[in-house]
């Protein structure tokens, strides 16, 4: 049985294959034409993939020389944004990294797909692969106060000199599309418990936590906790100040240092803001380095007080509106100039009900930055006008304070001199009845002349400053307390 059915299945075998013998003859030369073929494209492969190879050789010698040019500039350096735009470039003539998976497909073990959804971000049922990028820096310092014998009342001058540490910060920014998300905290956030004592805790805080829609460059909405822009010095990162501390006018006279003075600078604060920007030429050189003209915009809403506190001190909001004109790359400002205004309404001691004070602010500002053939200048005028509604006899004032920077960088060793001139008056216009108290408030004037030396390591991301300040109070309220100040920072 078995051998009939061999039998038939070979007589079948044959019946099928005899009709086709003659097309698979006629089939035979064009095989053999396509069998040519492909050993040449195999040849010509294996010529594209040497080419290739060797491309990609170039190519790594091209990183490891602009590598060794970066090492030899310092950070501040005018040549810096053309060797960003080389290595920009560079890095676009790189093959693209492997494609994620499907969005329908799970992570390799993991048949429902959980581990997968977390790694890339899924929270609604969509996948939205954040990139991330890490940032920061640290700065360690050591302040000695200068006193001398004529402080009367002011003794706690000079007993708390030493090490401390300025800043710590950690910023972790993500972006998706059109989306991007910031946090950073420090480390090393000062809370004092009263404005004339030593004491206190050093504790980590959140700094910038924010959310920011970029649908386009000209239109940018953020939305958390950020500063609002009241003082275009303060949008200066204290990593890239010319001094270890941002001028008396924004800062105040703080404890130990002096007598207690607040500054006119803003914290960061909850809210929400409109902002945007653009350049008068091509957005795509302005990104590559190549200089361009621009201007940029800022309609902010706060709550008014410190985002250290969890809610809003009254029912109004700070309102601050910014205006700037710029001349420089994405990456850095030769040139830039703005304007601001801000009106604000701050409730003193919210929990003393009923008898609670308003404070009504309105002020003005105007800065200046140029950092051109190594030469950096920076100044700010502003002013702050306060009106007490809730107390009809309380006299209105306002402060005033300006500064005036200039420094010059000496490029091959990265050594930048620095001066300062800074004036602060926080009654700069009051009338007070009594006029002993008139006296006192004409009286408080401050001149603060700060000289020092920066220091960027070329090739490395480290910073040495040194600074001494020479504090001028008006005669009726001298005291000691110059002060010497160094400072050490790295940047990541």
Known sequence: MLVWKQICAGALALAVSLPSVGWAQEKVGAEVSVETRLKTLETQLGEVKTQRKSLSDELEALKAELASLKSQVTLDSPLKDKIEALDARIAALEPDEEEEPEDDEAMEGDDDGIIGDAVRGETTGRKFPFELEFSGFIRVFHTTI???????????????????????RLTVEGTAKDVLVRLQFDGATLLFDETSAPEGDVRTAARDAFIEYRPLPE???????????????????????LFVERSVAVRGVQNVEGRNVPGLGAPRQYGAMLLGSTVFGSEEEFKEGFDQFGVAWYASMTNGNSADEPLN???????????????????????????????NTVTRDPNELPDVIDEEQTGF??????????????????????????????P????????????????????????RYAYYDWTD?????????????????????????????????????????????DDQQAIDNDRLQFLGQVAF
Not at 159 to 166: S, V
Not at 324 to 337: H, L, N, P, Q, W
Request: aromatic share 12%.
């Open 429 to 473: 216009s009051v009338e007070a009845d009594d006029p002993v108290t008139q006296a006192q408030l004409d009286a408080d004037e401050l001149t603060y002349h700060t000289i020092g030396l920066n220091w960027h390591v070329p090739g490395e991301p480290l910073l040495f400053q040194v600074n001494y300040t020479i504090t001028v109070e």
């Open 365 to 394: 500002s105007a800065d200046l930055v140029v950092d051109w053939y190594n030469v950096q200048l920076q100044g700010q005028f502003m002013t702050v006008s306060r009106s007490f509604p809730d107390v009809p006899s309380e």
């Open 219 to 241: 239109a940018r909405l953020r939305v958390g906790r950020y500063r609002p822009p009241v003082a275009g010095e303060q949008y200066i990162s204290s990593a890239a100040q």
């Open 396 to 419: 209105e004032a306002s402060a005033l304070g300006y500064h005036l920077a200039l420094g010059y960088r000496i490029e091959m060793i990265g050594v930048t001199p620095v001066y």
């Open 313 to 343: 001190d009254n029912s109004d909001y700070l309102l601050a509106a910014r205006a700037e004109a710029f001349y420089g790359t994405s990456e850095r400002d030769k040139v830039r100039f703005g304007l601001g205004a801000f009106t």
């Open 146 to 168: 200068l006193e001398g014998d004529g402080n009367q009342g002011l003794e706690y001058l000079g007993r708390n000199d030493g090490f401390g540490i300025d800043t710590a």
